[in-house]
């Protein structure tokens, strides 16, 4: 593995770092933090973009969750130099299908985002449990039970005894709901 001197960033933008045969867990946020993934359909739009792209890439797709107005995933990523044209094609494609959907033309939808490389267990365990957290800790619901994550498929693959210890051994700091309340 060796690091790729990163461009420089305009100010409004961030810096990515390149790391080529690493986990990367990205963050995309909607414009203005607009809620543009409501009703669920659009969800689903986005989920069907984020497989396809995956899978277009070949950059296996680890854990996902899906918001109104932002998501998270992480990916395992061979070859760092197409990043920005996946997500380029990611969240172009996603948006042209949501705004053929709405009759609007050419709204932009998506805007920068933001990625980390995962250095380690503990800290591909924190994103993970991260991941699988954020629709509780942002209300979206009670349980982990949520459609737009991949933890049903994580406790499919893993066992759901496997899950909690993972939340148990590599907490997240900022998740203030506990499980007791639920």
Partial sequence: MRPIKPKKAFSNRPVHLKMDDSFYFFTVRAIEGQWFLRPDEYK???KSKLIEKTEKFGYPLI???ILPNHYHFIVKIGDSRDNSK???ELNGSSARVINRVDGVIARKI???YYDHIIRGEEDFFKHLNYI???PIKHGMAKTFEYEFSSYNAWVKKKGIIYLNDAFERYPIV?????MDDF
């Fill in 44 to 46: 689903r739009i986005l």
């Fill in 63 to 65: 854990a996902y969750v």
């Fill in 86 to 88: 996946f997500i380029g």
């Fill in 110 to 112: 998506w805007w920068n």
């Fill in 132 to 134: 699988h957290q954020n």
């Fill in 174 to 178: 900022d998740f203030v709901a506990h």
